[in-house]
């Protein structure tokens, strides 16, 4: 009896211990246009916000040896669950015409480890999540404007800008070329999920930036219209902002670090 007792107390002390050593982190994230921070202000003379949403998962840290350090994701039943976090970045105002007013910009989970520097995160809904009916899940994934409705799935990301002279870019990613039927998806061609590594990033230091300067490179916003991309295959206009997030327009397969995305130190 008093053995049992014993190893209880030692198996309490070490889950203390183990529970104690876990840390909090914030990681924060802002978006611009170049060195311009991009807000729904329409009277913006360079550029303005329309819309920026996207979800994350698999978030990791980084140690000193490169070895990954998984954060914990804490749910909160609005932005976060245990696997899933939803970003939001537009505030349904001025050109954000197509919003809402709940904002969230930061992403809070726990690790446990030593992490050094370096962060990746992947953009989008996992696969085992994409075709799950927004009526029936868990928040964040019940957030019905980042969901198509359809075979396809969620949005991974939504974003788009406004430029003076009715100029602009906007886009819908997300995964396509998907095989089957509502309820029975047998498997999409394109997974068009982007990889975000930043080793320059310092926990508690750095701040994520998004630059929807470098997702538009290379598209005419001089034509006084505005282009879009929805992931199709054959949406010409999908070709220039994939390659800034590192993914292959042709075949959905991620192949570099989304460039869009940095980390600066505060």
Not at 15 to 31: G, M, N, Q, Y
Not at 102 to 130: C, F, K
Not at 181 to 197: E, F, H, M, Q, Y
Request: glycine letters at 8%; charged letters at 20%.
């Amino acid at each position: 009896m008093v053995v049992r007792v014993a190893l209880l107390l030692i198996a309490c002390l070490l889950t203390a211990a183990c529970e104690s050593s876990k840390e909090s982190i914030e990681i924060r994230f802002e978006v611009r246009f170049g060195d311009t921070r991009l807000t729904c202000d329409a009277s913006s003379a360079v550029a303005s916000l329309s819309d920026l949403r996207f979800y994350v998962h698999d978030i990791r840290l980084l140690d000193e040896s490169g070895n990954e350090i998984p954060l914990a994701l804490d749910p909160d039943n609005i932005w976060q669950s245990e696997t899933v976090a939803l970003l939001d970045f537009e505030n349904g105002e001025g050109d954000c015409v197509n919003g809402s007013p709940q904002t969230n910009v930061s992403v809070r989970g726990q690790y446990s480890g030593h992490p050094a520097g370096g962060l990746r995160v992947n953009i989008g809904v996992p696969e085992e999540l994409n075709h799950a009916d927004p009526m029936l899940a868990s928040a964040p994934m019940t957030y019905t404007p980042m969901h198509w409705h359809w075979k396809s799935g969620y949005k991974f990301m939504r974003a788009g800008i406004r430029l003076p002279g009715n100029d602009g870019f906007w886009m819908h990613l997300g995964s396509s070329r998907c095989e089957g039927t509502i309820g029975n998806i047998l498997g999409c061609k394109s997974a068009n999920r982007p990889v975000v590594d930043l080793p320059e990033f310092v926990p508690g230091e750095s701040v994520v930036v998004i630059d929807l300067q470098r997702l538009t490179q290379g598209l005419d916003l001089n034509n006084a219209a505005v282009s879009e991309c929805q992931s199709g295959p054959a949406e010409s206009e999908c070709q220039m902002p994939f390659e800034a997030l590192g993914v292959e327009f042709s075949s959905g397969v991620t192949k570099s670090s989304a460039h869009i995305f940095h980390a600066e130190s505060r």
